[in-house]
């Protein structure tokens, strides 16, 4: 996000999984449900709400976890990253990434979730190995989260200890990753 020069814009990341039914396309598109890009007026009289991909313009809208995405979401997300890379001009205009632990394509060809999207997704993949099989991320992670832990608490730096460093390393991170690993420096 930073080193896209996209610093000053806004970085919002949503959990797919906390959308009720019905929601999630009036929560990523807005009131007007991600029916046109490019034509969007941005009233504030209660007829267009801007929804966080307009929070997002200009910056980065995260989507974690795509593939509980509703139908009628992926569609419409599809519509908007088909109209960017024919090289529209849209409103908003934020990059938009996907994250899931899925294989997008099984899904499509089961019929649970969208075959165009699952092509469009997958044609900017970025692969991003478990944790446990990037060992030479796991200290500069953890230094990272107790730095952030120090600065919350107002209190002298925290460090960690060459056993605890072992611990860390030897953990395997089989369920959530990154996240496993920043529960483990909280402990």
């Known amino acids: 996000h930073e080193s896209a020069g996209r610093s000053e814009a806004a970085f919002i990341v949503v959990d797919c999984r906390r959308f009720g039914p019905g929601e999630a396309t009036k929560t ?21 709400a801007p929804g966080t991909l307009h929070l997002a313009d200009r910056g980065t809208l995260v989507l974690q976890r795509i593939e509980n995405l509703e139908p009628a979401a992926q569609v419409a997300l599809d519509a908007y990253l088909r109209a960017q890379a024919q090289g529209a001009e849209v409103f908003p205009a934020a990059r938009v990434i996907a994250t899931t632990r899925e294989d997008l394509s099984a ?18 993949r970025l692969p991003m190995p478990a944790l446990r099989e990037r060992n030479r991320d796991i200290l500069p992670l953890a230094h990272l989260f107790l730095d952030e832990i120090g600065r919350q608490g107002q209190g002298p730096a925290l460090k960690l200890t060459a056993a605890a460093e072992r611990a860390l390393l030897s953990a395997s991170y089989r369920h959530h990753n990154v996240v496993e690993l920043r529960e483990a420096v909280e402990f």
Request: glycine letters at 18%; zero cysteines; a positive charge.
């Open 107 to 124: 899904l499509a060809r089961a019929g649970a979730f969208s075959a165009s999207l699952a092509e469009r997704l997958l044609s900017g």
């Open 28 to 48: 990523i598109f807005g009131s007007a449900g991600g029916a046109d890009f490019t034509n969007w007026t941005g009233r504030s009289d209660g007829r267009q």
